[in-house]
């Protein structure tokens, strides 16, 4: 049994051939074509039980046309319909504006990235997915006899992509993912708490991953609730992984893209070479990450993704670009030059590339500590394992004010009890140019805006205020 | 959060693919296919397909970044078997017939596993319809021209920049005809459609080391006179306004205060605190603050909350749910006691209800959740804002949304302003950023103690529960004596 069928990937690449072939029919000077299809199976689970079982498969095309520095955008389905979308997105080309020196990217050599694809998910069927989701009820109920899965699921896919253009470049591969994510509720007289929690991979998780326990361990910690004094105070919280991320991938992506540092659009503007944060953190983006979700040996332009340092030691060393974001900020004047760093994102067949990050790292040079040391350094103040409303943190500015019910009071290092609920304020550039402390256990954290990140749990110290309801 | 749930998009604009009937699904084949599926064992099987011609634009600073036009097509098979649903999302619809017995197979291996005394899922029983309902707009969206387009997002470029400290003014389009079919074995065949056009724009400005953005949209159910009928260069203008006040703005306090938010924001409030619980699905998942609180006081009298599908013009207006049920009115909350929650028939029959018209799927790829649609809370008795902040001694007025998120087994909520100001002594007083309001839904509630006279609905938004769907929010002016604020 295998998930996709025999010959996708030699299908996909034939049909985006066929719409190549459209655009040197209508002469087009330079083109490139994305191709996605995949095929899945997923299961939903409601109040403790498997409600819905189910499967299916979609694909596309997208299509960029570029004349005289121009860029036109089409998206397919039926490659018989190639030519007119290929016209649609030269008519949208030349009503565009044009941009000095902006041409597609020639082939340069990249290197293979592994870990893509794994056989075991491949076999993998609605009975295997179905015994999955048994075992996770059943691991939830063992755990916590209250604990219910309220909502979540599992799921698998397996995709075939390709990516050709008019300058010789031409890549096809095959990839896989299994998901899982639960909503774990507990109702102790009619006093809810719940928690989610959930994990993925290129390669076949195990029937019952970590995120499972964590997140029962989450809805039975945050049972019973203390009094604490009212007011809002600036205290040490310590975020985890999962309470972390949110925030982290509203905000600080965004400062590190090229186009928005020199419009003046990030609270980074400025600042390059020059210290953003504590002085022993550091953000790399590894494109070439072995089996990431966002890593590959080519960004969504074709050129070669790499392992780069965004923030080294404190100090703002790079920005990220694409290739036509970095031909448009220099022709219009707003930097010398630029580069594609190979951070062209397309989220999917029906949009152009535009400026991403790939998998976001964030290390100490002072070395990690293990949950009971930051305990330990925290002495006063909170643990925040989930926040409400982090998409509406501000990412040109950094602030941010949120709500957690995921939250845990700690005295003399020691925790010592649930909030019913609490208000977290602060900005996040200042936050994390102050005393920083990150864990020992770096777990990856999926963003559908801004790749994957592998971030552990986070110690700030400063900078931030908790406000008790 | 599966990679596969994204729609399918076909190149071409306009009906180009639309077969002559005016039906993308061949009715004989389907019911054929509906046929066999009832014999393989489903006790009730249903196609639907829906196809979405759309097109987006955006600009940045009056000048084009990107125009997409596109046409997507997704049909989805949904088969109970056993009191289990098994369902199938494709963009291939040839292949529908070949998807029915694995499908209906699929749907006996989930019931195989209920467990002894637990409740097989049943569909309440609805009105059977064979009929066509289109929403037809006064000019047609799917004609408008790209320089139309860029005309009128550039009006809001005009009002918005023309000043030292606006950095960039970003203007976006969206507009889509979305067209479905739905044919069941219980003999349902219908077709309907409407339009959504949405026009937005975000001003960015910066002062020194200060660097603060202001979003605006104006839109809803309907066609390009939906856009035509906005002055976008005095919203230009407001966003602008907004973006410099925002610039010289303080940080909120924090604490326990009253607080007063505009007819945008209420929107919101009302949408997060108490429309997601009121959610069926979430209830029988037993994941609602609001279960089995039917026909309790939940909230002061004041409060009565609607949610409207029928509100034409409405960004959450369609005029009949995806499972075919004809929608309309549902008073969720009158004078402060919970009267109904939002139903799809499968919820409707759990709790032996009537379904409401409450099933909204994102697209044809997806099956249908419980949803909400236009959501307000009707008006009260204050004439304006003046009389409501009044008593107010020491407080905040927060306007326009940022967006919010709700924990609906917890019964915690949480919304973020745009900007706000202070109230002291019954007078606003300085500008305020960073506005966010939490708290507990069946508190909040009744401490709703002013609502003005006049309710409106308020900025198009979006929706996400697994599936993002357009929604309308609005209502009066509305004070809440305690609110958490930051």
Redesign the interface.
Known sequence: MNMLPEGAEERLLSNAKLIAKACEQSGVQQWDIVGFQ???H??DI???????????????FG?RVVEDGTF???????VS?AQ??VE?ALR?AR???SIDNFVLPSEQKAQRVGGMCDQNILNLG??DL?EQA?AILNAVKSADKRA?V??G?V?V?A?ASCLLNSEGILESGLST?H?I?V?V?I?NDGK???SYQ?D?SRTRLVDVPDCVAHAVDWAVKTQNPIEVE???KDAPVLMTSEGFSPLFSVVVPPAMMGQKLV?????W?GKMNQNVMSEDLSIHDNGLLEGGFSSGSRDSEGVPKRHQSLVESGRLVNMLWSTRDAAQQVAEGRIESANSTGSAVSR?????PSTGASELTMTSSRGSRSFEQLLEQLDDGYVINGV??A??A?P??G?????T?SILRVVDGEIVGPL??A?L?GNLAKALSGNVVLGDDVRRQGSYSSGSMHLPDVLLMEGL?V?P? | ?????????????GE??KPSSGRYLDQEKVRKALDSATTHGASYAEVRLVSFTQSSVAMRDG??E?????QE??LTLRILADG?????????IASLPDQIES?TR??K??AS???DG?KP?GLAEVPIFEDEQHWNSKLDVRNTE??TK?DLMNDFYRGASQHKHV??VTTGWSDEHIHTELMTSEGMDRTWSFQRSLIHGMV?A?DE?????YRTRAGGQGGLELIKGVDLLELGEQAQTAALRLLKAE??????MPLIADQDLTGVYIHEALGHPCEA?LV????S?LDGKLGQKIGNELVTVVDDPTLMGGYGAYPIDDEGVNTREKVLIKNGVLTEYLNHRETAHHFGLEPNGGARAQDG?H?PLVRMSNTMIQGGTHSDLDELMEDVEYGIYACGT??????T????????AQEAWLIEDGELTRPL????V???TLEILKNVDGLTKEAELATPGFCGKGQTVPVGDGGPVMRIREA???
């Open positions: 995949s095929y899945g997923e299961l409601e109040a403790g039980k498997i409600t819905m079982a189910g499967g299916g498969g979609e694909g596309g299509v036109g955008f089409a998206h397919l389905v039926d319909g007119r979308a649609q949208i009503k565009s504006p609605p009975d179905l048994d219910i309220t909502g699921g799921g896919s995709t993912s998901g994510g909503q509720t109702d809810m708490t719940s959930g993925s009212s007011g809002a419009r003046k659009e990030s609270f503007t999917s067949h029906q949009s152009p409400m409303g998409h509406t501000n040109t500015s602030d941010f004010s949120v709500t019910s019913k609920q208000g304020s205020r406000n309801a | 959060m599966f990679l596969w749930a994204t729609m399918v998009i076909a190149a071409n604009q180009a693919h000048i084009l990107r125009a997409i036009p596109g097509l997704g289990a649903w098994g369902v199938h999302s494709t963009t291939d499908t699929l749907a291996a989930v596993r209920r467990a637990e899922i790209l320089d860029m950095v960039s960015t910066r080391g200060e660097v603060v953005s940080r909120a306090p924090s604490g326990k699905d029988a998942a037993g994941d603050c790829l099956h940022r967006g919010g998120q709700v924990d087994g917890r019964g915690s909520f949480q919304f973020a950023k960073d506005v966010s939490s708290g507990m958490l604020v930051g």
